[in-house]
């Protein structure tokens, strides 16, 4: 839509510019050569040199400013999420700056691309069979064949790529199905194994800050739709080589929502509820933490509703400077009372670079 108002935009102003030159020749072209011989006219033309124009004179058209999209959804206090709402009653801020929003909508049909991360260590190996078959209904509840796409990832020490992006659902279930705990052996040995996409060999530990970034920085960042990674594990880090907020600004660079589902042997391990739910807050997702096979179950529907459910706006920032830096966004709803809501979306993003 906006590449369609942009050349209207352009179009009309280069029309009007055109005619107004046409106009001012016709205006006053025609007097000054009646007052002087013709020929005399064309002799003086031929000799004097054409003067550049002033650059004030030169009409500036701002082209080609890049539009900053944002998926939110919101709830009030009994979690029942709001379908009603219209453009006028909300208000996007940049740094706290208010901005004019180009295009809101309730998005219903943009593409989902959605990356499901699975951690395989050692807290996790009595979880997965159930972990297995809630992610397979899951996917066969919300992936649209031929539209949306899905990869499944498992990861410990390294990230392994068990299906690549597909939209084709029974490759998907049968990734996660094909996904198992193995224990360590006491030398790391892949053979003629599918290396890992972060390199090194760390099996037996969890790194799942890497796992993140890999997967946002080398499988999301150029693809379209609603990009999401479904991250399921106890949220214990133990050899990543980046840091927690490394992955959450990679996450952001790519516009990647993150929903954690806080899984594992908690008796044995324990799960690290806060890590997972900043992860979740900083990228406009999700955490929840299911303590049984039921509530693993609600807890995929939860994202599943999260999924249908959102707002897209879209808005030409003011500060258009490529400097690279952090914005930091805010949605309010203006027309309801605000500690009634819930709202969901990313903290912000990086603005392009030079």
């Known amino acids: 839509m906006k590449a369609t108002i942009k050349s209207r935009v352009l179009g009309c102003a280069i029309a009007a510019t055109v005619a107004a030159a046409i106009a001012h020749t016709f205006a006053t072209g025609p007097r000054v050569i009646a007052q002087k011989d013709k020929k005399q006219e064309q002799k003086k033309s031929q000799q004097q040199k054409p003067q550049q124009p002033?650059?004030?004179?030169?009409?500036?058209?701002?082209?080609?400013?890049q539009l900053v999209n944002v998926l939110f959804s919101v709830q009030d206090k009994q979690n029942r999420y709001?379908?009603?709402?219209?453009q006028e009653d909300v208000q996007i801020l940049e740094n706290g700056q208010p901005q004019d929003i180009f295009t809101f909508k309730r998005e219903l049909d943009l593409p989902?691309?959605?990356?499901?991360l699975v951690d395989v260590s050692g807290s996790e190996e009595f979880m997965l069979p159930q972990l297995k078959e809630s992610g397979s209904r899951f996917v066969e509840s919300v992936v649209r064949a031929?539209?949306?796409?899905?990869?499944?990832?498992?990861?410990?020490?390294?990230?392994?790529?068990?299906?690549?992006?597909t939209s084709n659902p029974k490759r998907v279930r049968k990734a996660l199905e094909d996904i198992a705990y193995i224990a360590p052996p006491p030398v790391s040995v892949y053979g003629g194994a599918t290396p890992p996409i972060n390199g090194g060999s760390r099996q037996g530990s969890t790194a799942i800050w890497d796992a993140i970034v890999a997967t946002a920085a080398d499988m999301l960042a150029k693809e379209p739709g609603r990009k999401t990674i479904i991250l399921l594990t106890d949220g214990e880090d133990t050899s990543s080589r980046m840091k927690l907020d490394e992955a959450i600004n990679e996450a952001l660079r790519a516009?990647?929502?993150?929903?954690?589902?806080?899984?594992?042997?908690?008796?044995?391990?324990?799960?690290?509820e806060g890590v997972l739910k900043k992860l979740a807050d900083a990228t406009g997702g999700r955490a929840v933490f299911p303590k049984n096979n039921r509530d693993l179950d609600h807890a995929f529907a939860l994202l599943e509703q999260d999924l249908r459910q959102q707002y897209l706006l879209a808005y030409e920032p003011k500060n258009d400077a490529t400097d690279g830096g952090f914005r930091?966004?805010?949605?309010?709803?203006?027309?309801?009372?605000?500690k009634d809501l819930k709202i969901r979306h990313r903290r912000g993003y990086y603005a392009p670079q030079g």
Request: negative net charge; proline residues 1%; hydrophobic residues 40%.
């Open 54 to 65: 002033q650059k004030e004179d030169v009409p500036t058209i701002k082209v080609g400013t």
């Open 82 to 86: 709001l379908n009603d709402l219209k």
């Open 112 to 116: 989902l691309t959605m990356a499901i």
């Open 146 to 165: 031929g539209k949306d796409t899905v990869a499944v990832l498992k990861f410990e020490g390294e990230a392994t790529v068990m299906q690549e992006l």
């Open 255 to 272: 516009e990647v929502v993150i929903y954690t589902i806080g899984i594992g042997d908690s008796g044995r391990f324990g799960i690290n």
């Open 328 to 338: 930091k966004l805010e949605i309010r709803v203006v027309t309801r009372n605000a």
